[in-house]
């Protein structure tokens, strides 16, 4: 499978392929545990012969029975492609459909190494994010979308291809639903079960609907985040001199040390993994590095002096880096941290999200597998050494924010001091959740993060879109448009003119910009024109993170400032998804878990290829239309202002649009009286 028309003829039995040697040139998942029963191991091998015929089974039998023993899990290693895995010309697929040859394209930028956290074991990011749950799954996929008309969808269960089915040019050719699982059974034991059985996937956001675009795809959130941080609680815009603390520079959190570049602060970065470390510093995305804690506290106080925009890699444990912090506070007076957040995986704390300080990285991915009480155990006590110190920094004037990957969530659960308080209205901690203190209003007018990927894969075709965004953002500008709105876009003009200059492709040919409805909309009808022009080479495909002012319901990041009750429900994620497949999305995807962790979210996305048809353009104007909206609608009833503001723009934009307006309680006194007057 040495070429892209091999790999889209299915799978390969005639004969076999040969077993796969294990290749440690790259690295590759922390071994799982998921504790079958001897009737689950059966049900395990069951599941993954399902897949061949049964002339094959004596070969394959044994084979996946030791992959189910030494991995805790069934890749099929044998069947991974040799061909170079990365986002190819949408040309160059074997496909009768462009829309199925685009979905093909971001399948395979979602696997390529320098994108993909453990390409081998097929986990895109996040330390268990999947985008199939072997390469038999993959390989079939490839197959059907080679051979799909538009008069098919395909359907995908947890990585596994159901297969196609009728439907209409107007459908998505694409269904996927990842992790679905029952609520009663969604705990982190079953899924380790499910998963180990092939039942069942986490597909993470973007890596189970093939819309990942590595690190790229948090970095303008991230420089948000950290800017609207030092305005609100440094009092300041000009971040030159001020230093930002935080951890992982895996898959998403990798974004960390350009985004601090970008905003012109000093970022200090801490990573256990010297392969993640130096990925990042082979890219440019890492500035400098360092594995010696007295060496980091010289390189921040010389960065720090010279007011220099830097990215500091220390190769080992973040809780090592605050307790020193916090030390040399004691010591000498000198707070040497002015922001602090974490963006280690700590969804996923105990199978290599969270590398506990009292083990090397490489004793605790042996530990975690052959001692998992242990292992549970170290890592509840390194969060709460880890809280311990911060809290010592806050104390003393470091404003520190969850970054809504479960930290917090973990934290407490592990008996720190983080100060939680629950309840239907929402949960809070000693911290504040960054989108509860920073993003909710962002995500509230609109604005959340918009893709796009030149399939044609030419940088030239890029650098076209880029000046097609601005220039459509700054025709917005020009208009009359609410303070809150222009600030928002003002940055995105900046960030967007900008981009290019801070190289931060890896993989496809992509770009994230934060938009609102009236700014996708522009821009993707802007495209379409540009394809259709013959300004672009190739097709354009639209997503956004799911992480966004629609997609997501999850009571501790995207949902967590909703303090109506409904913060702990998911009629928006199911509702986005269902209304984005018929109005025009190329492909939808629904997904348990993502971002804070399994059972704890559902969250959904979508893929449109823009193809400069008239049928293109006008499919992208309803579906973002309702894609945002319906995000707007439901924060404008829980109560936001903001919210209420934006969607009565948008009713006034358009007369089809009817949303239901709350009427806000004045006098909270009445509800007191009324109370009072039932326990008389």
Same mark, same amino acid.
């Given at each position: 499978?040495?070429?892209?028309?091999?790999?889209?003829?299915?799978?390969?039995?005639?004969?076999?392929?040969?077993?796969?040697?294990?290749?440690?040139?790259?690295?590759?998942?922390?071994?799982?545990?998921?504790?079958?029963?001897?009737?689950?191991?059966?049900? !395990?091998?069951?599941? !993954?012969?399902?897949?061949?015929?049964? /002339?094959?089974? #004596?070969?394959?039998?044994?084979?996946?029975?030791?992959?189910?023993?030494?991995?805790?899990?069934?890749?099929?290693?044998?069947?991974?492609?040799?061909?170079?895995?990365?986002?190819?010309?949408?040309?160059?697929?074997?496909?009768?459909?462009?829309?199925?040859?685009?979905?093909?394209?971001?399948?395979?930028?979602?696997?390529?190494?320098?994108?993909?956290?453990?390409?081998?074991?097929?986990?895109?990011?996040?330390?268990?994010?999947?985008?199939?749950?072997?390469?038999?799954?993959?390989?079939?996929?490839?197959?059907?979308?080679?051979?799909?008309?538009?008069?098919?969808?395909?359907?995908?269960?947890?990585?596994?291809?159901?297969?196609?089915?009728?439907?209409?040019?107007? !459908?998505?050719?694409?269904?996927?639903?990842?992790?679905?699982?029952?609520?009663?059974?969604?705990?982190?034991?079953?899924?380790?079960?499910?998963?180990?059985?092939?039942?069942?996937?986490?597909?993470?956001?973007? #890596?189970?609907?093939?819309?990942?675009?590595?690190?790229?795809?948090?970095?303008?959130?991230?420089?948000?985040?950290v800017l609207n941080a030092a305005r609100k609680h440094l009092h300041t815009s000009d971040l030159s001199g001020k230093v930002f603390v935080t951890s992982g520079l895996g898959g998403m959190s990798g974004a960390q040390a350009k985004a601090a570049v970008i905003c012109g602060c000093v970022g200090v970065v801490a990573e256990v993994s010297l392969e993640a470390l130096k990925k990042r510093y082979d890219q440019g995305w890492l500035l400098e590095m360092t594995d010696d804690l007295d060496s980091l506290v010289a390189m921040i106080r010389q960065a720090r002096k010279q007011r220099r925009a830097t990215s500091i890699g220390y190769h080992g444990n973040i809780v090592d880096v605050w307790?020193?912090?916090?030390?040399?506070?004691?010591?000498?007076? =000198?707070?040497?941290?002015?922001?602090?957040?974490?963006?280690?995986?700590?969804?996923?704390?105990?199978?290599?999200?969270?590398?506990?300080?009292?083990?090397?990285?490489?004793?605790?991915?042996?530990?975690?597998?052959?001692?998992?009480?242990?292992?549970?155990?170290?890592?509840?006590?390194?969060?709460?050494?880890?809280?311990?110190?911060?809290?010592?920094?806050?104390?003393?004037?470091?404003?520190?924010?969850?970054?809504?990957? #479960?930290f917090l969530l973990e934290a407490s659960r592990a008996g720190a001091d983080v100060g939680k308080e629950e309840g239907m209205n929402g949960t809070r901690f000693r911290y504040p959740s960054y989108v509860q203190d920073i993003m909710g209003d962002i995500f509230s007018l609109g604005f959340g993060p918009f893709r796009w990927v030149c399939t044609s894969g030419e940088q030239s075709d890029l650098e076209k879109t880029d000046e097609i965004a601005a220039s459509v953002l700054e025709d917005i500008l020009s208009g009359e448009v609410p303070t809150a709105v222009k600030q928002q876009n003002d940055d995105n003009v900046r960030w967007i003119k900008e981009a290019g200059a801070h190289k931060?492709?890896?993989?496809?040919?992509?770009?994230?910009?934060?938009?609102?409805?009236?700014?996708? *909309?522009?821009?993707? #009808?802007?495209?379409?024109?540009?394809?259709?022009?013959?300004?672009?080479?190739?097709?354009?495909?639209?997503?956004?993170?799911?992480? =966004?002012?629609?997609?997501?319901?999850?009571?501790?990041?995207?949902?967590?400032?909703?303090? /109506?009750?409904?913060?702990?429900?998911?009629?928006?994620?199911?509702?986005?998804?269902?209304?984005?497949?018929?109005?025009?999305?190329?492909?939808?995807?629904?997904?348990?878990?993502?971002?804070?962790?399994?059972?704890?979210?559902?969250?959904?996305?979508?893929?449109?290829?823009?193809?400069?048809?008239?049928?293109?353009?006008?499919?992208?104007?309803?579906?973002?239309?309702?894609?945002?909206?319906?995000?707007?609608?439901?924060?404008?009833?829980?109560?936001?202002?903001?919210?209420?503001?934006?969607?009565?723009?948008?009713?006034?934009?358009?007369?089809?649009?009817?949303?239901?307006?709350?009427?806000?309680?004045?006098? *909270? /006194?009445?509800?007191?009286?009324?109370?009072?007057?039932?326990?008389?």
């Amino acid at each position: 499978m040495s070429t892209l028309k091999e790999v889209c003829a299915g799978l390969p039995l005639d004969p076999l392929p040969p077993p796969s040697l294990r290749d440690n040139d790259v690295p590759h998942a922390p071994v799982r545990t998921p504790d079958l029963t001897p009737e689950e191991q059966r049900l !395990a091998l069951e599941n !993954a012969l399902r897949y061949f015929p049964p /002339d094959t089974h #004596a070969t394959l039998a044994p084979e996946f029975a030791e992959e189910l023993k030494t991995a805790g899990h069934i890749y099929m290693y044998r069947f991974r492609p040799t061909v170079e895995m990365r986002a190819y010309p949408i040309g160059e697929y074997p496909a009768r459909s462009r829309q199925a040859a685009a979905i093909m394209h971001m399948i395979m930028n979602n696997l390529d190494p320098r994108v993909a956290q453990f390409p081998h074991e097929l986990v895109t990011y996040g330390g268990n994010g999947q985008a199939f749950s072997n390469w038999a799954q993959f390989l079939l996929v490839m197959h059907y979308l080679s051979e799909m008309s538009e008069e098919q969808t395909l359907v995908l269960y947890s990585g596994h291809p159901m297969g196609l089915f009728p439907s209409t040019p107007n !459908a998505p050719r694409v269904v996927i639903t990842n992790g679905m699982v029952i609520p009663n059974y969604s705990s982190r034991e079953m899924y380790e079960k499910l998963f180990a059985m092939g039942a069942s996937m986490y597909g993470q956001m973007t #890596a189970g609907s093939f819309c990942y675009i590595g690190p790229q795809g948090i970095v303008h959130g991230t420089t948000l985040t950290v800017l609207n941080a030092a305005r609100k609680h440094l009092h300041t815009s000009d971040l030159s001199g001020k230093v930002f603390v935080t951890s992982g520079l895996g898959g998403m959190s990798g974004a960390q040390a350009k985004a601090a570049v970008i905003c012109g602060c000093v970022g200090v970065v801490a990573e256990v993994s010297l392969e993640a470390l130096k990925k990042r510093y082979d890219q440019g995305w890492l500035l400098e590095m360092t594995d010696d804690l007295d060496s980091l506290v010289a390189m921040i106080r010389q960065a720090r002096k010279q007011r220099r925009a830097t990215s500091i890699g220390y190769h080992g444990n973040i809780v090592d880096v605050w307790e020193k912090l916090a030390d040399e506070f004691d010591r000498t007076g =000198d707070l040497l941290v002015d922001m602090g957040s974490d963006q280690t995986s700590c969804h996923n704390p105990f199978l290599g999200g969270y590398y506990p300080v009292q083990l090397t990285y490489e004793e605790a991915r042996v530990v975690m597998h052959e001692n998992p009480v242990r292992f549970r155990n170290l890592v509840q006590e390194s969060l709460r050494r880890q809280v311990a110190a911060i809290n010592r920094l806050s104390d003393r004037g470091m404003f520190f924010w969850d970054y809504g990957n #479960a930290f917090l969530l973990e934290a407490s659960r592990a008996g720190a001091d983080v100060g939680k308080e629950e309840g239907m209205n929402g949960t809070r901690f000693r911290y504040p959740s960054y989108v509860q203190d920073i993003m909710g209003d962002i995500f509230s007018l609109g604005f959340g993060p918009f893709r796009w990927v030149c399939t044609s894969g030419e940088q030239s075709d890029l650098e076209k879109t880029d000046e097609i965004a601005a220039s459509v953002l700054e025709d917005i500008l020009s208009g009359e448009v609410p303070t809150a709105v222009k600030q928002q876009n003002d940055d995105n003009v900046r960030w967007i003119k900008e981009a290019g200059a801070h190289k931060m492709v890896v993989g496809s040919q992509a770009r994230i910009l934060y938009a609102d409805q009236a700014g996708r *909309s522009a821009i993707a #009808a802007a495209f379409n024109k540009a394809i259709a022009d013959g300004q672009l080479q190739g097709p354009v495909v639209i997503s956004r993170d799911h992480h =966004d002012v629609s997609g997501t319901d999850s009571p501790f990041r995207e949902t967590s400032n909703i303090y /109506d009750g409904t913060a702990f429900c998911a009629d928006m994620a199911i509702q986005n998804v269902i209304g984005d497949s018929f109005r025009g999305a190329t492909w939808v995807a629904i997904h348990n878990g993502g971002g804070v962790g399994w059972g704890e979210v559902i969250n959904g996305g979508f893929g449109l290829v823009l193809d400069g048809s008239q049928d293109a353009g006008e499919r992208a104007k309803l579906m973002l239309g309702w894609d945002v909206s319906n995000g707007v609608a439901r924060r404008c009833w829980s109560g936001n202002n903001r919210a209420r503001e934006t969607i009565c723009r948008s009713m006034d934009s358009d007369p089809r649009l009817k949303v239901t307006l709350p009427h806000q309680v004045q006098d *909270s /006194d009445v509800i007191e009286r009324a109370l009072q007057q039932q326990q008389e």
